[in-house]
């Protein structure tokens, strides 16, 4: 390698603007890896794989992996060499792109147009931190923790619900329609464009100050005594999810988790049903049962908490 040769520049995750929600949501995935996920909707150039690649360079060194959409199941997961296994008594791996993305961020742009089944190992992977291959009584394992970034136009088709349940949490973007934040984003894009270099050196200090957090974040996470549930807070959590009409119970475990998340990149010294409150739409985008035609809101207001909730 050339002693000249430095990385491309990535465009820094603190500079996105107008799309807070997404920001949030990444961060919150890379918080707490059992949420499942992050999935994206909305329309072209609304800064989706901008800010998944952003992602992955807070988190470096740190890979970032693209799926794309002819991905074979064993280019996905990677592949077991029977003869070998067989001749020699080993079993020879050859990775997938889900061992690529290890510690990284695995960005899938239009998932709603992948298989099913490939679809169905990238959710089990995500919610599992391990990725096994099993081929003719043959089987092999390895870590495999990531931050899966999937993307998807709804006009496109939609996945079918048992896999939009498994997708921790949805960000719905929308074109921006306010022309001094039209303005704002394309005069940093264009910064960028002319002075990769020195655009992101003027925000060093800032993604300098979102990565320690986010590394505090994440190991107040994995200590399992560092943040609890209140009953207050599972209260909370319980009445947004009837409101929303959703199924089944995965949507209360991932809004915990997020909440979790919420709390611990906050600092907070313990997990409230205002963060309840903060994650719920991002938990039940995808999940709450349709309005009625003519409604104006997306999610029904949860009831009202009884004393014994605050």
């Not at 520049?9 to 603007?17: C, E, K, N, T």
């Not at 997404?22 to 995935?29: F, T």
């Not at 994995?222 to 009837?242: F, G, K, Y």
Request: proline share 7%; charged share 15%.
């Amino acid at each position: 390698m050339s002693p000249n040769h430095d990385p491309v520049p990535v465009f820094p995750l603190s500079a996105i603007q107008g799309q807070p929600s997404l920001v949030q949501a990444l961060l919150l995935a890379a918080i707490e890896p059992q949420l499942g996920g992050v999935l994206i909707r909305g329309p072209r150039g609304t800064a989706k794989s901008t800010a998944a690649r952003a992602l992955a360079d807070l988190l470096a060194p740190a890979p970032f992996v693209t799926l794309p959409l002819g991905a074979s199941i064993e280019h996905v997961t990677g592949s077991l060499d029977l003869s070998k296994a067989l001749a020699g008594h080993e079993v020879a791996f050859a990775p997938g792109l889900i061992a690529k993305a290890h510690e990284g961020v695995l960005y899938v742009d239009e998932i709603n147009l992948l298989p099913d089944a490939i679809v169905d190992v990238l959710l089990d992977v995500a919610a599992s931190g391990i990725n096994r291959i099993e081929r003719d009584g043959i089987s092999h394992s390895h870590a495999a923790r990531f931050v899966l970034v999937g993307t998807m136009n709804p006009e496109e088709g939609m996945l079918r619900p048992q896999l939009l349940d498994r997708l921790g949490l949805c960000v719905q973007l929308d074109n921006a329609q306010e022309p001094q934040l039209r303005s704002s984003i394309v005069k940093a894009r264009l910064r960028f464009d002319l002075d990769p270099q020195g655009f992101v050196q003027s925000h060093a200090a800032h993604q300098q100050e979102i990565r320690q957090r986010l590394a505090q974040a994440r190991s107040r996470c994995r200590n399992a005594s560092e943040l609890t549930w209140s009953d207050a807070v599972h209260e909370a959590v319980a009445l947004q999810c009837i409101a929303a009409q959703v199924d089944g119970l995965r949507a209360d475990l991932v809004m915990l988790r997020a909440a979790r998340a919420l709390a611990a990149w906050q600092g907070s010294h313990s997990i409230t049903p205002a963060h309840v409150a903060e994650v719920a739409p991002l938990v039940l985008q995808h999940r709450a049962a349709q309005p009625d035609p003519g409604s104006s809101s997306q999610l029904r207001q949860p009831p009202t908490a009884t004393p014994s909730a605050q």
